[in-house]
């Protein structure tokens, strides 16, 4: 568990809207409209050869002064702007120098979060005081949960800001949503199980990852990788309405939009495992 310090809806139990209530008529904010089009977003490429790797079929979603971001066919991808040839660089306004500034600083901001990790002991046990009768055992504590609990209750709406894969068909299946960000190594962690759930029960289920970081951020990762829906909020609308103080912070929702599990799928005692999950798509609907 870690703790915490434009506008697109899903609806899960009647469809996708957005939020006037019209039905797939989704629009991207003036400030993301600016920022595609100075990257040059959405421009497609019939191959890309960055290195010694060729992509096929390719759609730029994005360009960082280090990095493009695209999709292929092999799904989501980057590659560092440096391993392109010269007039793919020179076409993405390739810098060598600011590039080289960026990579720098952020080498810098990662061993500054590793320093800060080693720095933070962890926490000490409570010592045992072996001359007093042992207590009787306390009766089992509630479920801990690091947000609001809405079980079986009405999902808070699921708002997207943009969808970083393609945009997954929900209706009339259950959803999964993995409240999640890059830098925190449980939510990784949870990424390969993720995976396993959405190739599983692909049938019944649909997985989805939401983050509130930047797209550039999310696009970075590339190990281990995803193979269910991704998508961002930067203004962490629902995840606010959940509440959620630490991540990350999973949400399985029925076909009606009532929530049927939810919490830190590491908790002990209460891992969200396969069989867990097996067990809730079995849940018959209320």
């Known amino acids: 568990m870690v703790a915490l310090s ?67 066919d092999q799904g989501l991808g980057n590659a560092k702007l440096k391993s392109l040839a010269p007039a793919l660089q020179q076409h993405f306004h390739f810098d060598a120098a600011k590039a080289g500034a960026a990579e720098k600083q952020r080498a810098a901001d990662q061993a500054q979060y590793h320093q800060q990790l080693l720095r933070t002991p962890p926490p000490r046990p409570a010592a045992e005081d072996l001359s007093r009768p042992a207590a009787p055992a306390a009766p089992a504590a ?57 190739a599983r029960f692909g049938d019944k289920l649909v997985v989805i990852g939401l983050s509130d970081e930047p797209e550039e951020a999310v696009r970075r990762l590339t190990s281990p990788k995803i193979n269910y829906s991704v998508a961002i909020d930067t203004q962490a609308r629902t995840k606010n309405a959940l509440q959620v103080t630490g991540i990350p912070h999973v949400l399985i929702i029925d076909p009606q939009g009532i929530v049927r599990w939810e919490g830190f799928p590491f908790l002990e005692g209460y891992e969200l495992t396969a069989a867990v999950v097996a067990e809730v798509l079995a849940q018959p609907a209320k």
Request: net charge positive; glycine share 6%; aromatic share 12%.
């Open 6 to 72: 434009k506008d697109r809806r899903l609806d899960l139990g009647a469809g996708w809207r957005d939020k006037r209530g019209m039905r797939f008529t989704f629009a991207l904010g003036l400030g993301l409209a600016l920022a595609a089009a100075a990257v040059r977003a959405d421009e497609k490429l019939p191959v890309l050869q960055a290195g010694d790797v060729t992509y096929s079929n390719v759609t730029v979603t994005s360009v960082s002064a280090t990095d493009i971001f695209f999709t292929s």
């Open 142 to 198: 509630p479920k801990k949960i690091w947000a609001k609990s809405f079980l079986n209750q009405k999902a808070p709406e699921l708002v997207v800001e943009k969808w970083l894969s393609a945009r997954p068909e929900v209706r009339g299946k259950f959803v999964l949503v993995d409240f999640w960000a890059t830098w925190c190594p449980p939510c990784r962690k949870a990424i390969t199980e993720l995976n396993e759930f959405q």
